[in-house]
């Protein structure tokens, strides 16, 4: 990959790539596969073998796995930054679940077989991949916590919160969600029509601003007490 240094400086600061050594990164990276995304297309698929890890670059994906009945369970949205095959990395076993591009998207994939003889010599690494599966799996702990004890408006509350803090931003700007309505129905465990109902309820209270895909987070402080059952 040409100018390493210049791809490390575009990275979020808790990327698993951001504390590596220029030299280290362009090792790494030596074995690295770019690849773009359209939106809707699969990444990797549920079941399919887990032979690489993905890094989002730019663009933002979903993380959803699919019941018998063929229904969409989403468990996570990935901004830049965001590790994709963890799971399957450590343990080459099949993958968990399905990732699909929400917007385009590009990354960067590495093979397994590259992977795990780097992080053998790079202990700094792997623990890095533990911190990001750990954050994930906590996140998937809490969404289903949620699914099983919360009335709507805390659920949704929520799930706005936890996709709002994955998503890049400056220090100025209001948090935001990109997601449409049905996904984040399929995340928070609601109907999209309760989803859309609670939001327009929030909206003339001027809690959120709506747009075509996206959700921004007027009064968060608001929107945390709402979470906590406060309000």
């Known amino acids: 990959m040409e100018n390493v240094e210049a791809f490390r400086q575009s990275l979020s600061e808790d990327s698993l790539l951001k504390s590596l050594e220029p030299d280290d990164l362009e090792g790494l990276l030596r074995y690295a596969i770019r690849r773009s995304f359209g939106r809707g297309v699969t990444l990797c698929g549920q079941g399919e073998p887990g032979d690489s890890l993905m890094i989002v670059l730019s663009g933002a994906v979903k993380v959803c796995i699919f019941c018998n009945l ?7 949205r990935l901004g830049p930054g965001g590790v994709i095959g963890e799971i399957a990395l450590f343990d080459g076993e099949p993958r968990a679940a399905t990732v699909i ?3 385009p998207s ?7 077989r590259d992977v795990m003889p780097f992080i053998a010599q790079h202990a700094d690494v ?4 533990v911190q990001a ?4 799996l906590r996140r998937t702990n809490a969404l289903l916590e949620d699914h099983a004890s919360l009335a709507m408006a805390p659920k949704l509350a929520r799930g706005l919160l936890r996709l709002s803090s994955s998503t890049p931003r400056d220090a100025d700007e209001a948090a935001e969600v990109r997601m449409s309505q049905s996904d984040l129905g399929n995340y928070v465990g609601l109907s999209r029509e309760n989803v859309n109902r609670q ?8 809690i959120v601003d709506l747009a075509r895909g996206r959700i921004r987070l007027l009064d968060r402080p608001m929107i945390m007490r709402i979470a906590e059952g406060l309000s």
């Open 70 to 76: 063929g229904k969409e369970i989403l468990l996570d």
């Open 101 to 103: 591009a929400a917007e």
């Open 106 to 112: 590009e990354v960067i994939c590495l093979q397994r």
């Open 126 to 129: 792997g623990l890095r991949l």
């Open 133 to 136: 599966l750990c954050r994930k």
């Open 199 to 206: 939001l327009r309820q929030w909206t003339e209270s001027g």
